[in-house]
């Protein structure tokens, strides 16, 4: 599958920890997750953007910005992946990858490279109930193996769960402990508007996020809130 390319946002504060960078989106999913505030880009019905725009707006920030993050979608589902980012990175940018997981051969040949100087993974859900999440068949072993590349990999890193209101307390003790040991780890709140699936679920109240925070420093590092109140660590 050829890489397309469905938004920019030319200047984020937030998304590279720590950096100036901009966000590159990717169209086409492999998952169907019922809270995506990206529908557009999943289902395709979002407008292309011309690579060449993409490589001249990078050259016009060369100085300004420090990094790329490039995200979707789910940006390792295409094979060509790799040779996008090595353009990026002979431009002299920094390059952050957001996934899914679901591509751990993909994620070692970008580390390997050294392509890619940060990478965030959303962990969804506890292993039994990723289907019921993400709403596709999944491959587990590979969720697993994608984990645990990260956490050897040497480069920074994060993983991170939405709140979404059918994950419960224990479903996310489960979570803690797959990533058990992780240096940074951000529980996000659930957003429930234009999402990829109508649903009358409401958030659970910010008070939740930060019981479940307390709860997950007994397993992993770093751990950060992304309430409706902003971002607390």
Known sequence: MKMEIGGLQKLSLIDYPGRLSCIIFTIGCNFRCSYCYNPSLVEGTCGRIPQKEIFSFLRKRKG???????????????NDLPDFIQRIKKMGFLVGLETNG????????????RLIDYIAMDVKAP???????????????KIKESIDVIMNSGIEYEFRT????????????KIFKLIKGAKKYGIQQFLDKNTLMDTDLKPYPDKFLY???KISEDYVEGVEVRASGGISG
């Open 64 to 78: 300004l910005l420090d990094g790329v993050i490039i995200t979707g979608g789910e940006p390792t589902i295409h």
């Open 162 to 173: 939405t709140c979404y209101p059918l994950l419960t307390k224990d479903d996310f003790i």
């Open 127 to 141: 292993l039994k109930k990723y289907k019921e999440i993400v709403n596709v068949e999944v491959d587990l072993d």
């Open 211 to 213: 019981e479940l925070k």
């Open 102 to 113: 679901t591509n751990p051969r993909m994620i070692k040949k970008l580390i390997s490279k």
